[in-house]
């Protein structure tokens, strides 16, 4: 949260200092945006973990575990134009799940009693926020394209604990991995102004980390129409399909998280 209010503050700062220049910006364009709103995707979440003595089955939280594949995620994002054709963007989200499954039964084998006991627990948190500066081009009176480079930071923390116990007989095995990395970011933008009142935008970025003890990728693509009823606000809906792919190692072990989600999104955006 310290980390939103930073980036937000920066933006807002930079947005109220670039409003002095009076040159005519892009249509599709404002001086200052600001977005905040819910992210209701279906989310598909694997994870798995190796390490000493614990072999690494993957963890299905929606199948394995029974837990819900939609969840809502708080998002926001600011976009800040310095130069009337270039400009500052960040973003990011926070994403948390914890799930958990009991076996506790009796199975029969070739007529014998197997009392069976057993147990898996999984915790998942991951953080992501972005910032770019972003480069936009002028093809015609309504629409601009873009190009931007920048970073992101992600911190991912998981554990698996898991345990099974057959006739008195026990085993239990624990893995954790956690981790954090800057990573370079890429991304293209298109925008278009229909009138005064409706516009629509589309977005792709890409992230990837081939090295070091937090490695993988995250891709990014949102497709999305915004009414501004009043001058300085409105709302914006969007669709958004993220693929995320990380591994983070720890000493001896090794951790693996799979996200999958995508889904619409509501938002109240607030321009200047």
Same mark, same amino acid.
């Given at each position: 949260?310290?980390?939103?209010?930073?980036?937000?503050?920066?933006a807002?700062? &930079?947005?109220?200092?670039?409003a002095?220049?009076?040159?005519? $910006?892009?249509a599709?364009?404002?001086?200052?945006a600001?977005?905040?709103g819910?992210?209701y995707?279906? +989310?598909?979440?694997r994870?798995? /973990?190796? @390490?000493?003595?614990?072999?690494?089955?993957?963890?299905?939280f929606?199948?394995?575990?029974?837990?819900?594949?939609?969840?809502? &995620?708080?998002?926001?994002? +600011?976009d800040? &134009?310095?130069?009337?054709?270039q400009?500052?963007?960040?973003?990011?989200?926070?994403?948390?799940?914890q799930?958990?499954?009991r &076996?506790?039964?009796?199975?029969v084998?070739d007529?014998?009693?197997?009392?069976?006991n /057993?147990?898996?627990d999984?915790?998942?948190?991951?953080r992501?926020y972005?910032a770019?500066w972003?480069?936009?081009?002028t093809?015609?009176?309504?629409?601009?394209?873009?190009?931007?480079?920048g970073?992101?930071?992600?911190?991912?923390?998981?554990?698996?604990?898991?345990?099974?116990?057959?006739?008195? @007989?026990?085993?239990?095995?624990?893995g954790?991995?956690?981790?954090? /990395? $800057?990573a370079?970011?890429?991304?293209?933008?298109? =925008?278009?102004?229909?009138?005064?009142?409706?516009?629509?935008?589309?977005?792709?970025?890409?992230? =990837?980390?081939?090295?070091?003890?937090?490695?993988?990728?995250?891709?990014?693509?949102?497709l999305? $129409?915004?009414y501004?009823?009043w001058?300085?606000?409105g709302?914006?809906?969007?669709?958004?399909?993220?693929?995320l792919?990380?591994?983070?190692?720890?000493?001896s072990?090794?951790?693996?998280?799979?996200?999958?989600?995508?889904?619409p /999104?509501?938002l109240? =955006?607030?321009?200047?």
């Open positions: 949260m310290k980390l939103q209010g930073m980036l937000c503050r920066s807002v700062a &930079l947005g109220v200092s670039a002095a220049a009076h040159a005519e $910006i892009p599709p364009l404002d001086r200052l600001i977005s905040f819910d992210f995707p279906t +989310v598909e979440t994870v798995s /973990a190796n @390490g000493p003595g614990v072999v690494g089955s993957e963890v299905d929606q199948h394995d575990l029974g837990l819900s594949e939609h969840r809502s &995620l708080p998002a926001f994002r +600011v800040a &134009l310095l130069f009337d054709s400009g500052l963007s960040f973003g990011g989200y926070t994403y948390s799940k799930a958990s499954a &076996l506790d039964r009796d199975l084998f007529d014998d009693v197997f009392r069976v /057993a147990f898996v999984a915790k998942l948190t991951l992501a972005h770019e972003r480069w936009w081009l093809p015609d009176d309504n629409d601009v394209v873009g190009v931007g480079l970073g992101a930071w992600y911190d991912l923390r998981g554990t698996i604990d898991g345990g099974l116990s057959i006739n008195g @007989g026990s085993v239990h095995g624990r954790s991995a956690e981790g954090d /990395a $800057i370079p970011l890429v991304s293209f933008g298109w =925008r278009h102004s229909f009138n005064d009142a409706w516009r629509a935008y589309a977005d792709l970025s890409g992230v =990837r980390k081939p090295f070091g003890t937090l490695q993988g990728h995250l891709v990014n693509g949102t999305g $129409i915004e501004m009823p001058k300085n606000a709302f914006a809906l969007e669709y958004s399909a993220n693929d792919d990380l591994k983070a190692t720890k000493e072990w090794e951790g693996r998280a799979r996200i999958h989600f995508y889904g /999104a509501a109240v =955006r607030v321009r200047l």
